[in-house]
């Protein structure tokens, strides 16, 4: 079964300085990548997506994910932290039989930007 | 063009008693699901459709049901609510192999 496992439940960053939010998965072929992002009281947003184009991904606001198949690793990155990044993201993969009609989602990592 | 809305957005229930959640999206997509959030969980996956008439459960199903009788709507039913289903429940579409789609939740509390 496909998974994906979020190793930090909490980062803190200061603003301006750069953002990593880590991301392993889990599965038995190549897999369609999601990161989301929820800001408090809301909805989700979607980020960016992995699927098999290019490895490195370029988001909305800023970030970029890295696909490393030899890792099994989907990392989130922002080079300079920026107040309104304060949210909770979540890394999420594929397992639908036809598409991306299911979702399994981390457990999310929320990140706190120190001012 | 107004997304996924979802009603109510807050809504507190008895022990034992039924509601449905309303879902409806006006971009003509295929693929509808629902979701629960709860702390700490990330979301998990209630029922899902990959058009109309057909649905099928996810990884939480136990005391829900879903019908999908249109493309646009895509209800969700507690026939009986219990404490442990107090939650976020989001509801999301796509365009086949597209990302989803998600709207702004309905908190439900159960007393």
């Known amino acids: 079964a496909q998974s994906v496992t979020q190793l930090d439940s909490h980062v803190s960053v200061s603003e301006g300085t750069p953002v990593l939010l880590r991301c392993n998965y889990s599965s038995s072929y190549s897999p369609s990548l999601f990161w989301y992002v929820q800001h408090p009281n809301k909805g989700l947003q979607l980020l960016l997506k992995y699927t098999s184009a290019a490895t490195l ?59 | 063009n107004a997304g996924v809305t979802q009603t109510p957005k807050f809504q507190v229930l008895k022990t034992g008693q039924s509601m449905t959640l309303q879902c409806a999206q006006d971009m003509n997509h295929e693929y509808m699901s629902w979701y629960r959030q709860d702390p700490g969980m990330g979301l998990r996956l209630i029922h899902y459709s990959v058009g109309a008439g057909i649905t099928d459960q996810g990884e939480v199903p136990n005391g829900y049901n879903v019908s999908r009788s249109t493309t646009e709507d895509f209800p969700l039913r507690l026939l009986s609510a219990a404490p442990s289903q107090t939650s976020v429940y989001f509801c999301a579409s796509s365009p086949r192999d597209q990302p989803q789609h998600f709207g702004d939740g309905t908190r439900l509390s159960i007393l």
Request: aromatic share 12%; glycine share 10%.
């Open chain 1, 57 to 115: 991904v370029k988001g909305i606001n800023g970030f970029e994910a890295e696909f490393k198949k030899s890792e099994t690793s989907f990392h989130l990155t922002k080079p300079s932290a920026h107040m309104s990044d304060a949210a909770e993201y979540f890394c999420v993969v594929s397992v639908g039989n036809f598409g991306n009609e299911k979702l399994t989602f981390g457990t999310g990592t929320r990140l706190t930007i120190i001012p």
